[in-house]
T-cell receptor, first 113, second 110 residues
Framework: NAGVTQTPKFRILKIGQSMTLQCTQD?????MYWYRQDPGMGLKLIYY???????DKGEVPNGYNVSRSTTEDFPLRLELAAPSQTSVYFC????????????FGQGTRLTVV | GESVGLHLPTLSVQEGDNSIINCAYS??????FIWYKQESGKGPQFIID?????DKRQGQRVTVLLNKTVKHLSLQIAATQPGDSAVYFC?????????FGAGTTVTVRA
């Protein structure tokens, strides 16, 4: 099993550009998450999904969009990149239930200039 | 806002000593409390969790203690090794929710 795979690993965007961060998991997990991690800080939840076709906002959703057309994929879309979106983005997945272990991808380091 | 936080942002430990990392939480309704380890350049990795109806759980070289009276969670690492150098996060889980605190950076001195 590959686990959770994120692409790309690094990206530099200009202000106003858009991009999609890809996330795919092969563990048939229902729950998927997108977090951002600013330097020296914890993980802040952007969006989450409890299953295909169902998504909801987390703590910091402004400037982002998501979709969940399949169980495996949970892409994160940035429409108009801003310097405040410079961060490391992590995708995670876990099975259904509060006691299930979450698995994280390796992260995408995004810089907006 | 965040309902999980850590007492100290950094911890320096002598190799071979025991480490204790602390966390305070505010959401008493959480079902599970979890510790994650994040090594440089990597995503967080699960270490151990504890259900809210327990007060202690042991793993390999790690012990998690939960004190619901004072809403306090701790991670004890026995015989700390250089490979334990990382950022440690506590998190709380309630059904689909998974919330993280700010993290403690542990540095192991040789």
């Amino acid at each position: 099993n590959a686990g959770v795979t994120q692409t790309p690993k690094f990206r530099i965007l200009k202000i106003g550009q858009s991009m999609t961060l890809q996330c795919t998991q092969d563990m048939n997990h229902n729950y998927m998450y997108w977090y951002r991690q600013d330097p020296g800080m914890g993980l802040k939840l952007i969006y989450y999904s409890v299953g295909a076709g169902i998504t909801d906002k987390g703590e910091v959703p402004n400037g982002y969009n998501v979709s969940r057309s399949t169980t495996e994929d949970f892409p994160l879309r940035l429409e108009l990149a801003a310097p405040s979106q410079t961060s490391v983005y992590f995708c995670a997945s876990r099975g259904q239930g509060a006691g299930t272990e979450a698995f994280f991808g390796q992260g995408t380091r995004l810089t907006v200039v | 806002g965040e309902s999980v936080g850590l007492h100290l942002p950094t911890l320096s430990v002598q190799e071979g000593d025991n480490s204790i990392i602390n966390c305070a939480y505010s959401n008493s309704a959480s079902d599970y409390f979890i510790w994650y380890k994040q090594e440089s350049g990597k995503g967080p990795q699960f270490i151990i969790d504890i259900r809210s109806n327990m007060d202690k759980r042991q793993g390999q070289r790690v012990t998690v203690l939960l004190n619901k009276t004072v809403k306090h969670l701790s991670l004890q690492i026995a015989a700390t090794q250089p490979g334990d150098s990382a950022v440690y996060f506590c998190a709380e889980s309630n059904d689909y929710k998974l919330s993280f605190g700010a993290g403690t950076t542990v540095t192991v001195r040789a």
